[in-house]
């Protein structure tokens, strides 16, 4: 049974075990296995991803080395696969569950060579002795509680040219009222039902099954508390030598939803590609990747 404890309260430890308990629930993977994804919810993956695998390959002269960490049921790691098939591509996780999603979708998929790796974040960055020439972070930062360190720790296993990719994180804005306002209007029928069920139980339990202030009941989802502060994350990262070469800002959710939250000013996931030092060629670089970017996603997003 988890714990609820003060959000500043929460050890990565924590975090971690929270993890294997929530990826270990039969419920959570039946989700995985049986959603079907809205039209365009994941379009900016393969926009992104493509953009700099392109890039990545026609500076390296040959296909990339990539793993997906934390890489759950394996979509970063088709998409990237299907941008390039000759690429190398692992995907690591710490859930046997999840990695049996993956499995057998990589069966249906008709893909053999992607390997897959089982263990946590960390463990796999302290121990791998590979270089890789892109890492990425799919929906994954906001499980940890220090994501800089995370990233610090991705950035020494790089190769040279090497980047990381962190794609569809929550920023500050999820807390926002207005968020929650159009989320829940605008948002699908699953999601409405899990608002209104939340509401009713509170309400029939006399308030006894919602959290005290500041104590954090889904402690897996770490930084949805209050969501991430990108400005200050991109701050921190680059006083480290860790200088994104792309930070975008974007709408995610229901097709509806991509096409009005823009206008709303809710932008509210976030993507970095992070690299290593700034060379001579990066800016030209940033300015290509922002440009292909911006001309095939098909909604309106903001570069920071």
């Known amino acids: 049974m988890q714990v609820l404890k003060k959000w500043a309260h929460v050890t990565e430890r924590d975090i971690l075990e929270a993890n294997i308990t929530k990826y270990d629930n039969d419920e959570i993977i039946k989700y995985y296995t049986e959603k079907a994804d809205p039209k365009f919810t994941y379009i900016e993956y393969q926009v992104i991803f493509k953009a700099i695998m392109e890039a990545l390959?026609?500076?390296?002269?040959?296909?990339?080395?990539?793993?997906?960490?934390?890489?759950?049921s394996g979509k970063a790691s088709f998409i990237m696969k299907q941008c390039d098939p000759a690429s190398e591509i692992s995907l690591v996780d710490l859930s046997d569950k999840m990695l049996a999603v993956a499995r057998s979708k990589m069966k249906q998929e008709g893909?053999?060579?992607?390997?897959?790796?089982?263990?946590?974040?960390?463990?796999?960055?302290?121990?791998?002795?590979?270089?890789?020439?892109?890492?990425?972070?799919?929906?994954?930062?906001?499980?940890?509680?220090?994501?800089?360190?995370?990233?610090?720790?991705?950035?020494?296993?790089?190769?040279?040219?090497?980047?990381?990719?962190?794609?569809?994180?929550?920023?500050?804005?999820?807390?926002?009222?207005?968020?929650?306002?159009?989320?829940?209007?605008?948002?699908?029928?699953?999601?409405?039902?899990?608002?209104?069920?939340?509401?009713?139980?509170?309400?029939?339990t006399w308030g006894e099954s919602w959290p005290a202030k500041d104590e954090f009941a889904d402690i897996a989802e770490y930084q949805t508390y209050k969501g991430i502060d990108d400005l200050e994350l991109s701050a921190r990262l680059n006083s480290l030598g860790i200088n994104p070469?792309?930070?975008?800002?974007?709408?995610?959710?229901?097709?509806?939803?991509?096409?009005?939250?823009?206008?709303?000013?809710?932008?509210?996931?976030?993507?970095?590609?992070?690299?290593?030092?700034?060379?001579?060629?990066?800016?030209?670089?940033?300015?290509?990747?922002?440009?292909?970017?911006?001309?095939?996603?098909?909604?309106?997003?903001?570069?920071?």
Not at 164 to 169: G, K, S, Y
Not at 255 to 278: E, R, T, V
């Open 111 to 204: 893909l053999e060579d992607i390997e897959l790796i089982k263990t946590d974040a960390f463990s796999f960055l302290e121990t791998t002795r590979q270089q890789f020439d892109l890492i990425v972070f799919s929906s994954a930062i906001h499980h940890f509680k220090d994501p800089v360190k995370l990233l610090s720790a991705a950035a020494d296993k790089l190769t040279a040219d090497g980047c990381i990719v962190t794609i569809a994180e929550p920023t500050t804005i999820i807390k926002s009222t207005r968020f929650k306002i159009v989320t829940f209007i605008f948002g699908h029928k699953e999601y409405k039902q899990d608002v209104v069920k939340s509401w009713v139980r509170y309400i029939t």
């Open 57 to 72: 390959a026609e500076k390296l002269g040959r296909s990339v080395k990539a793993v997906d960490i934390c890489g759950g």
């Open 245 to 304: 070469l792309l930070h975008l800002r974007y709408p995610s959710g229901d097709p509806l939803m991509l096409k009005i939250m823009p206008y709303m000013g809710l932008n509210w996931s976030f993507g970095m590609i992070l690299k290593k030092g700034w060379g001579p060629g990066d800016r030209s670089l940033s300015q290509q990747l922002q440009n292909k970017i911006r001309g095939e996603l098909p909604f309106k997003i903001d570069f920071i």
